[in-house]
């Protein structure tokens, strides 16, 4: 049958017997996108079909579900050329929040549901953040905020089915602790929210999941120990001389499962951002933006595993709801291979860590600040406006490719076999060496992000895989500062704001012109792969169909 498992002889790796373990795809289980309005977009919807395809995302997150642009939840209601007219009671219409579900579902993906922002309506304080003006202020009425949730996850059962329903990932809110930005409240007031929330979900059905705090970063100061933020309490971060030796710990996941403990609270998965980056008030009142070490998202992972393991909830999963090289739409490292080849070591060096870290975000469709100036502007996206694939998208499109066994791990790469057919895989890249502990950091130019180009040597990959069939084909793709690297070959251009046709045609090619060759099984069964990687390449292989 289709589904059986293959079994095989155990191969040899560089002349030893190889024992595997799991290989979790801990980078396909969600992604992020900017807000709910853009799923309505054609271009959207195009782009994460594509996603889904190549890189295998399971799950998607992102904004304003309840935003006022998604209207589904009205108080008044009018024609548009006057005042509206009040409705005796709300009126919950689900036609917008419709289309999008639909189309995640119908690419083969499903909705990790942020239930926010608060509408207008039900807010006690309005636009706090973003140009499309979030209303992220506790209700001033928690009995309809009750209702809004309880009326769209029966909606969302009614139209998709319970069981469909129950795969799903109810997350309350985004960065609360991020006064006043994402919430006006206090810790308790975001506390007392998840307490209501959490208990109408499950009077609906008691087997759907619900999580939180979605907060974000880990800090190694107490600013969030109160009820608000103290920037009083970042002085010394700001000024610290080596920032990776201090105690990094997660923002309010200690006491909001205190919290939720001590009142028996369901907590089905505990979920928080891991962004490796700060941002310190120093005594002058400026801000420090600080990048933390490489391995900054590994030490956190280990320590938040560790912290779930030992609380209330030692089975909750773990959620890391938006994780990527830095916390800016603006950062154009994240155009850069130098991004893809870091996102590769950092998953692969995770994968074991959490049930899943969703990169934020999929495309460069994204108007937190309103849309980005030019072509390549420094968004989060793997695919540009434009629909160009960025190195960031082959770095997910060579992960998914992956088995799920795991045969070999080294420090520049892996090779894994798939449990179902037995095809042999690898991922290997080249992280320079020269950058020790350091991190690519950001960038707030493409010329700035070039320095960059100049760290490193190249990196010979030598390995023999013995025990496979002779004759077998494998298919190699490198991608390199001369291979899919078009943000720099827009940069050759002149970096053009608004690009022509033509321009716009040799960027699509550019983007996806990797270096490709074949290797071919020996007659004595060994596939031997000899290859001199430059600095930051990334070299994908697997299997021939």
Same mark, same amino acid.
């Given at each position: 049958?289709s ?5 095989? +002889?155990?191969?040899?790796i560089d ?12 980078w ?19 782009? %994460? ?6 890189c295998g995302f399971?799950?998607?997150r992102?904004?304003?579900v ?15 050329f006057? @005042? ?5 009671? +709300?009126?919950?219409? %689900? $036609?917008?929040?419709?289309?999008? %579900? ?8 499903? +909705?990790? &549901?942020?239930?926010?922002?608060? @509408? ?7 636009e ?5 003006g979030?209303?992220a202020?506790?209700p ?15 909606h ?13 990932r ?5 960065e /609360?602790n ?10 308790t ?6 307490e209501?929330?959490?208990?109408? =979900?499950?009077? =609906? ?8 705090p ?9 600013r ?15 000024t610290? $001389?080596?920032?990776?030796?201090l ?5 309010? =996941? ?17 979920s928080?951002?891991l962004? /490796? !980056?700060?941002?310190a008030?120093g005594?002058?009142g400026?801000?420090?933006h600080?990048?933390?070490y490489?391995?900054? !998202?590994?030490?956190?992972? &280990? ?7 030992n $609380? ?12 990527? !090289?830095?916390?800016? $739409? ?10 893809a080849t870091?996102?590769?070591?950092s998953?692969l060096?995770c994968?074991?860590?959490?049930d899943?870290?969703s990169?934020w975000?999929?495309?460069? &469709?994204f ?7 030019g072509p ?7 695919? *540009?406006?434009?629909?160009m ?32 057919t ?9 992280? +320079? ?34 025990q496979?069939? @002779?004759?077998?084909?494998?298919l190699v793709e ?7 690297? &078009?943000?720099?070959?827009?940069h050759?251009?002149?970096?053009? =704001? *608004?690009?022509s ?7 699509s ?10 290797? !071919?099984?020996t007659?004595?069964?060994t ?5 001199d990687? @430059?600095?930051w ?9």
């Amino acid at each position: 049958m289709s589904n059986d498992i293959v079994l095989e +002889p155990s191969l040899r790796i560089d002349g030893e017997l190889c024992s595997e373990s799991a290989l979790p795809h801990i980078w396909a289980e969600c992604v992020g996108a900017g807000r709910a309005n853009e799923a309505l977009r054609a271009d959207w919807q195009q782009q %994460f079909r594509e996603v889904v395809d190549a890189c295998g995302f399971r799950y998607i997150r992102f904004h304003g579900v309840f935003h006022d642009d998604m209207f589904v939840y009205r108080e008044s209601y009018g024609h548009g050329f006057g @005042p509206n007219v009040n409705l005796p009671s +709300p009126v919950f219409t %689900f $036609s917008y929040v419709d289309k999008v %579900f639909d189309h995640i579902l119908e690419c083969g993906a499903r +909705p990790f &549901v942020e239930l926010g922002f608060m @509408p207008r309506e039900l807010a006690t304080e309005q636009e706090t953040v973003f140009w499309w003006g979030a209303h992220a202020s506790p209700p001033k009425d928690m009995a309809r905020w009750v209702e809004l949730v309880t009326r769209s996850i029966e909606h969302w059962i009614g139209r998709y089915g319970l069981a469909e329903v129950r795969e799903w990932r109810f997350e309350l809110w985004n960065e /609360p602790n991020l006064v006043p930005h994402f919430w006006t409240g206090t810790k308790t007031e975001y506390f007392e929210l998840y307490e209501h929330t959490v208990r109408a =979900i499950k009077e =609906i059905d008691s087997e759907l999941k619900v999580g939180g705090p979605a907060t974000s970063v880990f800090v190694p100061d107490e600013r969030y120990k109160g009820e608000v933020e103290d920037r009083s309490a970042m002085l010394e971060t700001s000024t610290a $001389s080596d920032v990776d030796a201090l105690d990094w710990r997660p923002v309010w =996941i200690e006491d909001f499962i205190a919290w939720c403990a001590e009142r028996e609270l369901p907590v089905d998965f505990i979920s928080t951002h891991l962004y /490796p !980056t700060d941002f310190a008030y120093g005594a002058d009142g400026q801000g420090v933006h600080i990048t933390r070490y490489a391995d900054a !998202t590994y030490d956190d992972l &280990v320590l938040l595993r560790d912290l779930v393991a030992n $609380s209330a909830y030692p089975d909750a999963e773990i959620h890391i709801t938006e994780w990527s !090289t830095s916390p800016s $739409s603006r950062d154009f490292i994240h155009d850069t291979l130098f991004a893809a080849t870091s996102i590769i070591r950092s998953y692969l060096k995770c994968a074991t860590l959490a049930d899943s870290i969703s990169y934020w975000t999929f495309t460069d &469709v994204f108007e937190e600040g309103g849309a980005g100036i030019g072509p390549f502007h420094g968004g989060f996206g793997l695919v *540009n406006e434009a629909g160009m694939h960025k190195p960031t998208f082959h770095a997910f499109a060579m992960l998914h490719r992956l088995g799920d066994r795991l045969l070999l791990a080294t420090s520049d790469g892996v090779v894994t076999r798939d449990s179902r057919t037995s095809a042999v895989s690898a991922l290997f890249f080249n992280y +320079p060496e020269e950058m020790a502990r350091r991190a690519v950091g950001s960038a707030n130019s493409y010329p700035a992000t070039r320095a960059l180009a100049g760290v490193g040597s190249s990196r010979r990959v030598r390995h023999s895989i013995g025990q496979l069939k @002779p004759g077998t084909t494998f298919l190699v793709e490198i991608m390199d500062w001369e291979h899919g690297n &078009v943000a720099e070959a827009w940069h050759r251009l002149g970096s053009p =704001i *608004n690009l022509s046709r033509a321009d716009s045609k040799y960027l699509s090619v550019v983007a996806d012109s990797l270096r490709r060759f074949t290797l !071919t099984v020996t007659d004595n069964g060994t596939l031997e792969i000899d290859v001199d990687l @430059p600095p930051w390449a990334v070299l994908s292989l697997r299997q021939a169909a």
